[in-house]
């Protein structure tokens, strides 16, 4: 397995040598048929794909879009043009909003077009929820990764016809309908201690994350994970200078996207998260040619996956030692003083003040030392 150029990519969780071959594989397809990108980009004002990689590699493959003889523009802005950035009325620089941008050229209401999408209300959904415009292996441009029944083009299997223009599942909300086949999701939903918030408070949020069809992502989510998180978390890191490295990269570095048994869905208690990586490990992750497996197989890292790690040498217990030789990182509460973390000093997520992430959004660390040894 070659890991080549990894190191930026997001910290992926369990799966990632799948998510590698693909990249790899498709950066194979990009080296191999650059001709027809290059002919192309020729004649275009501006080269996209110089800086688009990706989406060459997608225009490469097996199922072509006739739209994309015409050119990136055919439905992107020029974003690196200041005007016609403001002119976009769609999400990625779009020139239009889904599926009007679709609809120049497809005609949406056409009987046989509907019959092709089963009788379902398509013509107002998000063409690419289901369709790469870019190219595909599969037919009709179907984004990659499809789900399973989605792929077997059963849609009966959670669709009734539409009412109304809009759709009707099988089910009464989104859960049931999901957990209908994936009864072991529900089982480790109910058994943790903690669910996310989002889960427990909304039958439909499988959707908000995952899309049933096919998004050309694992696990079929919506956007990469820091994105599809900060959606609704943006606070963690807004206007913040700092921001910890792993939370840039993926949230899921540290929490389960469902639920987990300890506090705030991580993957295990405080100073054991901190330590995953800030302890013993961190020199096999730094060096090691090999993945590194953390918190009991919960997160794989791929080879390398930073190039430096602070590594705290604390007492073999893991109690005392940082920041100073004999200086506690783990105490219980007692006598009206608070428990003792990482957390008790340092932000998880981003801080002004210094890369070090105090909890006082300082530079200087003694405003931190007076919190708990007085003035
Ligand atoms: C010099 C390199 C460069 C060139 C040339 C370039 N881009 Fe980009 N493009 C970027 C970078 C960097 C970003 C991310 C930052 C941003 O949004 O401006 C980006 C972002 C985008 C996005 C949004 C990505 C997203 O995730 O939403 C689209 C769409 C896009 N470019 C299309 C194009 C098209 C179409 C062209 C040709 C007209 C083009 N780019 C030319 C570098 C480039
Ligand atoms: C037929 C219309 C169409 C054409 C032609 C097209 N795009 Fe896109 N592009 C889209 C749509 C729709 C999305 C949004 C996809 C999504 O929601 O995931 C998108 C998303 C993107 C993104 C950001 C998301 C991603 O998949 O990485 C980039 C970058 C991008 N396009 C670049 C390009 C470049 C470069 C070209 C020309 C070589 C091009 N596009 C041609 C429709 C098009
Ligand atoms: C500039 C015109 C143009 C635009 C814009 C456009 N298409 Fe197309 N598309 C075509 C043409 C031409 C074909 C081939 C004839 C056909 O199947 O209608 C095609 C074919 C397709 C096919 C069938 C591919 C196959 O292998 O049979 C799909 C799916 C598709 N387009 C989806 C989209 C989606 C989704 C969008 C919006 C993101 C879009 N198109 C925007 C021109 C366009
Ligand atoms: C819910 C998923 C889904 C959405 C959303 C969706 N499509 Fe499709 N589309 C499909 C499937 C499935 C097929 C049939 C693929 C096959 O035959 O294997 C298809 C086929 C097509 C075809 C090829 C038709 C043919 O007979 O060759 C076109 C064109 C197309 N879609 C355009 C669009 C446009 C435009 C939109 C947005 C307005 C859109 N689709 C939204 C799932 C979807
Ligand atoms: C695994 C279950 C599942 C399968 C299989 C499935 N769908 Fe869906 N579909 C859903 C769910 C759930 C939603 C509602 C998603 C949401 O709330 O965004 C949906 C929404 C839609 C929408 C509306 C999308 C929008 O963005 O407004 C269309 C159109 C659609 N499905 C068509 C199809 C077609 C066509 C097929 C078969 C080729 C299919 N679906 C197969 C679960 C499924
Ligand atoms: C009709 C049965 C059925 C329904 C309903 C269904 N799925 Fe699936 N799903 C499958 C099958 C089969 C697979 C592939 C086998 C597997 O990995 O479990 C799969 C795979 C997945 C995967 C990828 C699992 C992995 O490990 O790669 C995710 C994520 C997923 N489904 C989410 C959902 C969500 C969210 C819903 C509700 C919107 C849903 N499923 C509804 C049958 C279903
Ligand atoms: C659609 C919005 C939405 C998305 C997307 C979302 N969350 Fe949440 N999340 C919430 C809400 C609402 C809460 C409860 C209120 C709060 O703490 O902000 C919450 C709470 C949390 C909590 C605190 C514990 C709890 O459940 O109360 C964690 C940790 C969390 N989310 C992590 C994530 C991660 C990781 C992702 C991405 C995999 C994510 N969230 C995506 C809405 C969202
Ligand atoms: C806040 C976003 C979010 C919500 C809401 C969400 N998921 Fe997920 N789900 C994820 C992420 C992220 C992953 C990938 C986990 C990883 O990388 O380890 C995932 C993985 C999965 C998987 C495959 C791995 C596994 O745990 O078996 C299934 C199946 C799945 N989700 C089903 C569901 C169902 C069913 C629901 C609704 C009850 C749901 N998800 C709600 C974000 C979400
Ligand atoms: C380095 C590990 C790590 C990463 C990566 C990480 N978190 Fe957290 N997160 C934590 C810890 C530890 C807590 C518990 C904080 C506490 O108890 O005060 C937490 C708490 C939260 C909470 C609860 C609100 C709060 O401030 O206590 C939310 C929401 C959250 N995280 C979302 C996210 C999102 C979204 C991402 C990705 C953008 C992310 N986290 C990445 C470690 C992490
Ligand atoms: C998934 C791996 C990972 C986990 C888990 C993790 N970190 Fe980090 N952390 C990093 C990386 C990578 C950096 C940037 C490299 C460096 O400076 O060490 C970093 C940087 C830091 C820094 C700044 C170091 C400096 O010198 O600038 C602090 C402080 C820190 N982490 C504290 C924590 C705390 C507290 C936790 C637990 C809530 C935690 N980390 C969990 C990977 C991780
Ligand atoms: C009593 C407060 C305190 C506690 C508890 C604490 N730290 Fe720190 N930490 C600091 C201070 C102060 C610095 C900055 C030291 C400097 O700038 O020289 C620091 C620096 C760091 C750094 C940057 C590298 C270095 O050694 O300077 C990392 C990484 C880090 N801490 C991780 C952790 C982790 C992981 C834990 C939990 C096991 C933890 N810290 C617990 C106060 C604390
Ligand atoms: C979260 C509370 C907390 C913070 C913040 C904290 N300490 Fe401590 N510190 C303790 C506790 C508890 C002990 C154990 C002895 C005791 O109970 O006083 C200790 C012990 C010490 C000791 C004696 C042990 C040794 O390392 O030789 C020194 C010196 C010390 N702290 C300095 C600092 C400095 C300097 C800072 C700021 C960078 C700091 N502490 C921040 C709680 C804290």
């Not at 499809?146 to 909300?173: M, Q, T």
Request: glycine share 6%; charged share 25%; hydrophobic share 30%.
């Amino acid at each position: 397995m070659t890991w080549l150029g990894y190191r930026k990519l997001p910290v992926p969780a369990l799966g990632c040598t799948i998510l590698a071959a693909i990249c790899f594989l498709s950066s194979v397809c990009a080296a191999q048929q650059p001709a027809a990108a290059e002919a192309k980009t020729e004649q275009k004002p501006v080269d996209c794909i110089k800086c688009h990689g990706p989406i060459a590699a997608a225009a490469a493959r097996k199922v072509k879009h006739p739209a994309m003889e015409g050119g990136c523009d055919s439905c992107h802005v020029n974003h690196r043009d200041q005007k016609a950035r403001a002119e976009a009325k769609g999400d990625h620089y779009l020139t239009d909003k889904q599926p009007a941008v679709c609809g120049g050229c497809h005609d949406v209401a056409e009987k046989k077009l509907l019959d092709t999408h089963k009788g379902q209300p398509f013509a107002t959904a998000e063409c690419s929820g289901c369709h790469n415009p870019h190219g595909s292996d599969q037919p009709k441009l179907i984004a990659e990764m499809a789900h399973s029944p989605f792929d077997a083009r059963a849609c009966d299997s959670c669709h009734k016809p539409p009412k109304d223009g809009k759709v009707v599942l099988n089910e009464s909300s989104t859960s049931k309908l999901c957990f209908g086949c994936h009864a072991d999701v529900e089982e480790r939903l109910k058994k943790a201690k903690f669910q996310h918030t989002l889960l427990k408070s909304d039958d439909n949020s499988c959707a908000d994350c995952h899309d049933p069809h096919a998004s050309g992502r694992k696990f079929g989510l919506r956007k990469p994970v820091a994105e599809l998180c900060s959606a609704c978390h943006s606070d963690l890191t807004d206007g913040k200078k700092f921001v910890h490295k792993p939370v840039t990269e993926s949230c899921t570095a540290c929490h389960n996207a469902h639920a987990s048994d300890f506090e705030k869905n991580t993957h295990a208690a405080v100073n054991d998260l901190c330590l995953g990586c800030h302890g013993p490990s961190a020199l096999k992750i730094v060096q090691g040619p090999e993945p590194v497996s953390l918190f009991g197989g919960k997160v794989a890292l791929p080879a390398k996956a930073y190039e430096d790690l602070s590594w705290l040498q604390l007492s073999n217990d893991g109690k005392l030692g940082h920041p100073y030789p004999q200086h506690p990182v783990s105490a219980p509460a007692s006598e009206g003083k608070a428990e003792i973390t990482c957390l008790s000093c340092h932000k998880p997520h981003a801080a002004n003040g210094s890369a070090k992430m105090l909890v006082t959004e300082t530079a200087r660390a003694d405003k931190l030392c007076i919190r708990c040894h007085g003035k």
